[in-house]
């Protein structure tokens, strides 16, 4: 049978914690005709729709943004971890399992009015994409819509994304953790 992006997709038990799945996109990656698939089929659902920076999430979200903004030929606009980016950036804090992390974007790398597409690899509680989506509007940016290959629809990010008025677009989903 053909495989679909989701079979690319590793399971990996106990990592980083006891009883957490974590879900490797490696393997998709690191395989041509997935990779492809992967980045093809979210293009096609914004097919039409005028984009003018893609944004990505760190880390996995630049290798899949990177590679969509090429075929889109927009440029590319990196979100990174508090004290990463070298210039002058905003902030955006957020809760993660346990504690607090902090998400930064320079404060120049999008223009009011442009039109952005948010790209990660997962979507599981939504507290990284909400960060990216308040810094992206707080420099004026209209979403377009965040765009993942893997959603885990039992932590509640799809329901936190769309509640706001965000088209979320993921290309599969597994069950529990
Ligand atoms: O929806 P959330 O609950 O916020 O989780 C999703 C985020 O978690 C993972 O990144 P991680 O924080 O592990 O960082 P990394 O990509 O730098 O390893 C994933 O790549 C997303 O960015
Ligand atoms: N189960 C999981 N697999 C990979 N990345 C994640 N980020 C949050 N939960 C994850």
Redesign the pocket.
């Known amino acids: 049978m053909t495989k679909t992006v989701k079979d690319y997709i590793r399971a990996i038990h106990d990592f ?1 914690h006891e009883g957490i799945i974590f879900r490797d996109v490696t393997t998709l990656f690191a395989d041509a005709r997935g990779f492809r698939m992967a980045v093809d089929q979210l293009l096609h659902a914004y097919a039409g729709q005028r984009i003018d920076k893609v944004v990505g ?5 630049f290798i899949l943004g990177g590679a969509v903004a090429h075929q889109l030929s927009t440029g590319f606009v990196p979100i990174r ?1 508090k004290g990463k980016l070298p210039g002058t950036v905003i902030s955006e804090a ?4 346990y504690g607090e ?1 902090v998400m930064e974007i320079h404060d120049d790398a999008l223009a009011k009015g442009d039109k952005v597409l948010i790209v ?12 990216a989506i308040k810094l992206c509007k707080r420099l004026g940016a209209e979403l377009v819509g965040c765009a993942f290959v893997i959603d ?1 629809p039992e ?1 509640g ?1 799809r329901k936190l994304l769309e509640d706001q008025g965000v088209t979320v677009e993921a290309l599969c989903s597994f069950d529990g953790h």
């Open positions: 980083p999430l760190e880390a996995r979200g971890k957020y809760q993660l399992e992390a990660d690899d997962l979507l599981a509680t939504g507290g990284t994409a909400d960060a885990l932590l990010g």
